[in-house]
């Protein structure tokens, strides 16, 4: 295999790297993965994501796979030490703004393994199991990755354009980079107790946090039978003594359960901490997921963050490998993606002291605000509560005239049901693709595209589509190899264009919004993403001439700087 060259290596084979696999497979990218361990691990640690996460299950063709070994989350409850309920937030089953359940909890080895059997459908994916990394050395050209096959301790080398370091919190990447990580100076250690329920027993289908100053804990019901436990341990408390069946039994019993009912399959205590490495990248060298940031697990934000790092990076590296983009727009991946994971840690840090804190007045306070916001505040209010995660605020986005951002630039784009022009009821990421999207209200705006911006868009593979509002099906017969028309069944594309007050949306690979316009502002909208992602500094200062066809206008307007 030392012969061969591939465009990409993935370090680690964990829920990250099979995500960074799967993805690449579907852009077509040479890619070659090595993970140490020879067997997904056997034993649950991540247990949860959201809505966000599923759709990109759903842009890999798997979301259906993952549904059959995930459940929806049905709420959460904050309860005092006498198991009463503080707070409770309702989840809904079904997001109707992004058509999932907001939340949702698995069993990690299960996840892995549909996700891993996904990977076996991409000839251009080849994955190599007890294998480790011993050296990465890059230079101009290229990446060479030092490898040893555990077993027959054979060892060899291979050749790759760039290299995907998704190899956990100890990643051996990130130390042969000579990446440093930022403390942001929280630490704290949990009991995290995984059960196997062996009797019926009476538990909560919700997530339940205990506010318990003498021992915060947290239950979450998990799928099958599968249950977990965490406890927060003082710092005098000795790892060794937690972990400890006869502890571990007094634990349970005295807060949650009787232990004869379940099999303990875990008991660990782990480290929590708040890091985010100094640098995301060293030349052709990228850290993903637990490599590049670790934070508390209260969120359960973790492992959403390093599958949403590898999704931008991975529509970028499509770009570049295909020359459609240098490989400066490479380096927006650390700008996208840090302030948004710096946010994330600083919430799920700022949660954790809140309702894990032993301070008993701190406690008293938190808990009187809780009762008076449950008591004045509808359940409903908060059906999404903690699945809707922080916009991007800079990198890859449109400017207004004023040359500042787009309010609405970086969130993430909705997708209800729509109706296709084959009479196929479906959720709109199907009809969008996994490329660039243009989604307009009416189809005279692909009249006063440009040829430079209609050749562009088509280098990118753009999908261009055409929403009629509900009742108005008859329309969607005029599909063309152009554009494809959809109708808005339940209004909600309409209206989220009606409150811009737009009739045109941008939408990127990951689904944020790039930006949103009109005919008049298309072409102007057009030229900053290109100026974006080819890094043309002409097109970002300059002006750019938008021509309405139609009336005969010409108007000037600004692009991104």
Same mark, same amino acid.
């Given at each position: 295999?030392?012969?061969?060259?591939?465009?990409?290596?993935?370090?680690?084979?964990?829920? #990250?790297?099979?995500?960074?696999?799967?993805? *690449?497979?579907?852009?077509?990218?040479?890619?070659?993965?090595?993970?140490?361990?020879?067997?997904?691990?056997?034993?649950?640690?991540?247990?949860?994501?959201?809505?966000?996460?599923?759709?990109?299950?759903?842009?890999?063709?798997?979301?259906?796979?993952?549904?059959?070994?995930?459940?929806?989350?049905?709420?959460?409850?904050?309860?005092?030490?006498?198991?009463?309920?503080?707070?409770?937030?309702?989840?809904?089953?079904?997001?109707?703004?992004?058509?999932?359940?907001?939340?949702?909890?698995?069993?990690?080895?299960?996840?892995?393994?549909?996700?891993?059997?996904?990977?076996?459908?991409?000839?251009?994916?080849?994955?190599?199991?007890?294998?480790?990394?011993?050296?990465?050395?890059?230079?101009?050209?290229?990446?060479?990755?030092?490898?040893?096959?555990?077993?027959?301790?054979?060892?060899?080398?291979?050749?790759?354009?760039?290299?995907?370091?998704?190899?956990?919190?100890?990643?051996?990447?990130?130390?042969?980079?000579?990446?440093?990580?930022?403390?942001?100076?929280?630490?704290?250690?949990?009991?995290? #107790?995984?059960?196997?329920?062996?009797?019926?027993?009476?538990?909560?289908?919700?997530?339940?946090?205990?506010?318990?100053?003498?021992?915060?804990? #947290?239950?979450?019901?998990?799928?099958?039978?599968?249950?977990?436990?965490?406890?927060? *341990?003082?710092?005098?408390?000795?790892?060794?003594?937690?972990?400890?069946?006869?502890?571990?039994?007094?634990?349970?019993?005295?807060?949650?359960?009787?232990?004869?009912?379940?099999?303990?399959?875990?008991?660990?205590?782990?480290?929590?901490?708040?890091?985010?490495?100094?640098?995301?990248?060293?030349?052709?060298?990228?850290?993903?997921?637990? %490599?590049?940031?670790?934070?508390?697990?209260?969120?359960?934000?973790?492992?959403?963050?390093?599958?949403?790092?590898?999704?931008?990076?991975?529509?970028?590296?499509?770009?570049?490998?295909? !020359?459609?983009?240098?490989?400066?727009?490479?380096?927006?991946?650390?700008?996208?993606?840090?302030?948004?994971?710096?946010?994330?840690?600083?919430?799920?840090?700022?949660?954790?002291?809140?309702?894990?804190?032993?301070?008993?007045?701190?406690?008293?306070?938190?808990?009187?605000?809780?009762?008076? #916001?449950?008591?004045?505040? &509808?359940?409903?209010?908060?059906?999404?509560?903690?699945?809707?995660?922080?916009?991007?605020?800079?990198?890859?986005?449109?400017?207004?005239?004023? !040359?500042?951002?787009?309010?609405?630039?970086?969130?993430?784009?909705?997708?209800?049901?729509?109706?296709?022009?084959?009479?196929?009821?479906?959720?709109?990421?199907?009809?969008?693709?996994?490329?660039?999207?243009?989604?307009?209200?009416?189809?005279?705006?692909?009249?006063?595209?440009?040829?430079?911006?209609?050749?562009?868009? &088509?280098?990118? &593979?753009?999908?261009?589509?055409?929403?009629?509002?509900?009742?108005?099906?008859?329309?969607?017969?005029?599909?063309?190899?152009?554009?494809?028309?959809?109708?808005?069944?339940?209004?909600?594309?309409?209206?989220?264009?009606?409150?811009?007050?737009?009739?045109?949306?941008?939408?990127?690979?990951?689904?944020?919004?790039?930006?949103?316009?009109?005919?008049? &502002? *298309?072409?102007?909208?057009?030229?900053?993403?290109?100026?974006? *992602?080819?890094?043309?500094?002409?097109?970002?200062?300059?002006?750019?001439?938008?021509?309405?066809?139609?009336?005969?206008?010409?108007?000037? %307007?600004?692009?991104?700087?």
């Amino acid at each position: 295999m030392n012969h061969l060259v591939f465009d990409v290596a993935i370090v680690g084979y964990g829920p #990250v790297g099979v995500i960074a696999a799967n993805l *690449l497979g579907t852009y077509g990218i040479k890619t070659v993965v090595f993970e140490r361990e020879t067997d997904v691990y056997h034993l649950p640690r991540a247990i949860g994501f959201n809505h966000e996460i599923m759709r990109i299950f759903q842009q890999i063709g798997l979301y259906k796979q993952i549904e059959s070994v995930a459940t929806p989350v049905d709420g959460v409850e904050f309860l005092n030490r006498s198991h009463q309920v503080l707070f409770e937030i309702e989840l809904s089953k079904t997001c109707l703004t992004h058509g999932f359940s907001p939340n949702y909890v698995f069993y990690q080895p299960d996840l892995e393994t549909k996700l891993r059997e996904g990977v076996n459908r991409f000839d251009c994916v080849r994955v190599h199991l007890g294998h480790t990394v011993e050296g990465i050395f890059q230079d101009q050209e290229g990446v060479t990755v030092d490898l040893r096959e555990r077993g027959c301790d054979r060892t060899y080398q291979v050749r790759v354009k760039y290299v995907l370091g998704c190899d956990g919190a100890r990643s051996t990447t990130r130390q042969l980079a000579g990446i440093k990580l930022h403390d942001f100076g929280f630490h704290q250690r949990q009991l995290v #107790v995984d059960t196997l329920l062996t009797e019926k027993v009476n538990l909560p289908s919700k997530v339940q946090q205990l506010c318990d100053t003498r021992r915060p804990g #947290v239950f979450v019901h998990s799928t099958n039978n599968h249950r977990r436990w965490e406890f927060v *341990l003082d710092k005098n408390e000795i790892k060794e003594e937690m972990e400890r069946t006869e502890k571990v039994r007094e634990l349970l019993s005295t807060y949650w359960i009787d232990p004869n009912k379940l099999k303990v399959i875990r008991a660990v205590v782990y480290h929590f901490h708040s890091l985010i490495a100094l640098q995301w990248r060293n030349e052709r060298i990228f850290i993903v997921g637990d %490599a590049a940031h670790q934070m508390p697990p209260i969120l359960g934000q973790g492992m959403c963050s390093g599958i949403r790092d590898a999704q931008n990076l991975c529509w970028k590296l499509d770009l570049v490998l295909r !020359g459609l983009a240098p490989d400066k727009l490479l380096d927006t991946y650390k700008t996208e993606r840090l302030p948004h994971v710096q946010e994330i840690v600083k919430l799920a840090t700022r949660a954790f002291k809140i309702f894990k804190t032993r301070n008993p007045i701190f406690a008293l306070v938190r808990d009187t605000m809780l009762r008076i #916001v449950q008591g004045f505040t &509808s359940k409903t209010k908060f059906q999404n509560l903690g699945s809707d995660m922080p916009p991007l605020k800079q990198g890859i986005l449109a400017s207004s005239a004023d !040359g500042k951002q787009q309010s609405v630039a970086g969130q993430m784009f909705i997708q209800p049901q729509v109706l296709t022009y084959t009479g196929e009821l479906v959720l709109l990421d199907r009809v969008l693709g996994t490329g660039f999207a243009i989604l307009g209200l009416n189809n005279n705006w692909l009249d006063v595209i440009t040829p430079e911006s209609k050749a562009f868009l &088509s280098s990118l &593979s753009t999908k261009f589509v055409c929403v009629v509002p509900a009742g108005a099906g008859d329309r969607i017969t005029k599909f063309t190899d152009e554009i494809e028309f959809i109708e808005d069944i339940s209004n909600q594309i309409t209206d989220w264009l009606a409150k811009q007050q737009k009739e045109i949306v941008i939408i990127r690979p990951d689904r944020y919004v790039f930006g949103v316009g009109d005919r008049n &502002s *298309l072409n102007s909208i057009v030229t900053q993403l290109r100026s974006l *992602l080819i890094g043309d500094r002409r097109l970002a200062i300059n002006y750019q001439l938008s021509t309405n066809y139609d009336k005969g206008e010409q108007q000037l %307007a600004p692009t991104n700087h």
